[in-house]
């Protein structure tokens, strides 16, 4: 159930569902909602999974996966390799998840656009070097 406590009837309903919910001595999930990843945010990762990917000989989809295991970004589910999904990700949590894939890269010695040179049109030469390896596929 959502929430705006903003709204003052909205305040009263939460508290009513919360002693409700206590009253039943259940499991609940309780959480802040954040709103999702914006457009920019998962246009800078691709950029940057895309340009990692060139670098190291992958698909795009290969790396992204393969940066998710590294990183932790992934689960075992029935003998199956799972993948947790960016685009389920809100704003933060895909900060974090791009932090730690730079980083990743800065470890293994790739220095990747900063998010600054990706808003002054970096991701412009990323798309180019990924066309460029594209043609080899």
């Known amino acids: 159930m959502k929430f705006n406590f903003k709204l003052a009837s909205d305040q009263v309903k939460a508290r009513e569902y919360m002693d409700r919910l206590i009253d039943g001595q259940k499991p609940v999930e309780l959480r802040e909602m954040r709103k999702k990843r914006t457009n920019l945010q998962n246009a800078y990762l691709h950029a940057i999974i895309n340009e990692m990917a060139v670098e190291c000989g992958y698909t795009t989809l290969e ?19 799972m993948y947790r999904e960016t685009s389920k990700m809100d704003t ?3 900060s ?42």
């Open 63 to 81: 790396m992204k996966c393969e940066a998710k295991k590294k990183l932790g970004y992934s689960y075992d589910k029935n003998g199956t390799t």
């Open 92 to 94: 933060k949590e895909l």
């Open 96 to 137: 974090e998840f791009t932090e730690k894939f730079l980083k990743l890269a800065r470890d293994h010695g790739y220095d990747l656009m900063s998010p600054e040179e990706f808003n002054q049109g970096g991701w412009v030469e990323a798309q180019k070097k990924k066309e460029q390896f594209s043609k080899y596929l």
